[in-house]
């Protein structure tokens, strides 16, 4: 069965500061998917980037972008240049292809301070 | 931009009552998925859907839980006799077939909170 793991429950970071949040996977699959997506207090979940395990180019969206390890199963976000609307709790997922379940990790809050 | 809707946003309701959580997915997504989280807690897989019948579960989604997509656009989830340990966040996701190169990417609704008094 796959896992997830994220070891920091909260982090903050200054206002246009570099944050980076750590996640960790378990797996015997060779494809597969992972994602960061971001839960806000309105508790919507919202998709901030996604990696696929066969490109070795890490994933980036404006701020947002991933340093992905296949090798050590390592999937770090780093959010460039923070907001105060990236406050939110942060959830590292993982899934196998063709329509399988999510596995998520148990998030990581990040506070954002002016 | 498409998206998935759920409704209610909030449902109240009394300990041993029947709820049906409804959501409609993206138009052209065929895998749908519902997930549950209770406050404080992770995100946990229910059960997915495809081509009209489930193709996976959890051991959370025992015989009190049921899904259905009794229409074209619909997917409901039903809990027979609620629980209070039932009093969550239930998410729906849908996701179109993977694409050659693309990734099979779940798109979440905004979610609805049932409370079990």
């Known amino acids: 069965a796959q896992t997830v793991t994220q070891s920091q429950p909260e982090m903050s970071v200054q206002e246009a500061e570099t944050v980076t949040l750590s996640c960790t996977y378990d797996?015997?699959?060779?494809?597969?998917?992972l994602f960061w997506y971001k839960q806000p207090p309105s508790r919507q979940m919202i998709l901030v980037i996604r990696q696929e395990a066969y490109k070795q180019q890490n994933a980036t969206e404006n701020r947002f972008s991933v340093n992905f390890q296949k090798a050590a199963k390592s999937f770090s976000l780093k959010i460039s240049d923070s907001q105060l609307g990236d406050t939110a709790m942060y959830f590292c997922a993982f899934t196998r292809p063709y329509g399988n379940k999510l596995v998520f990790g148990a998030g990581t809050i990040l506070r954002v301070k002016s | 931009e498409p998206e998935v809707t759920q409704t209610p946003s909030h449902q109240v309701t009394q300990m041993g009552q029947e709820v049906i959580l409804r959501c409609v997915p993206i138009?052209?997504?065929?895998?749908f998925y519902w997930y549950r989280q209770i406050l404080g807690q992770k995100v946990e897989f229910l059960v997915s859907f495809y081509n009209n019948e489930i193709s996976e579960k959890s051991e959370i989604f025992d015989d009190q839980f049921s899904v259905e997509r009794p229409d074209g656009s619909n997917f409901t989830l039903k809990i027979r006799s609620t629980k209070l340990e039932d009093s969550a966040m239930y998410f729906c996701?849908?996701?179109?077939?993977?694409?050659?190169?693309?990734?099979?990417?779940?798109?979440f609704g905004p979610g609805t909170r049932l409370t079990v008094l």
């Open positions: 996701a849908s996701s179109e077939a993977r694409v050659a190169g693309g990734p099979d990417t779940q798109y």
């Open positions: 138009s052209n997504h065929l895998y």
């Open positions: 797996t015997s699959e060779n494809n597969y998917y």
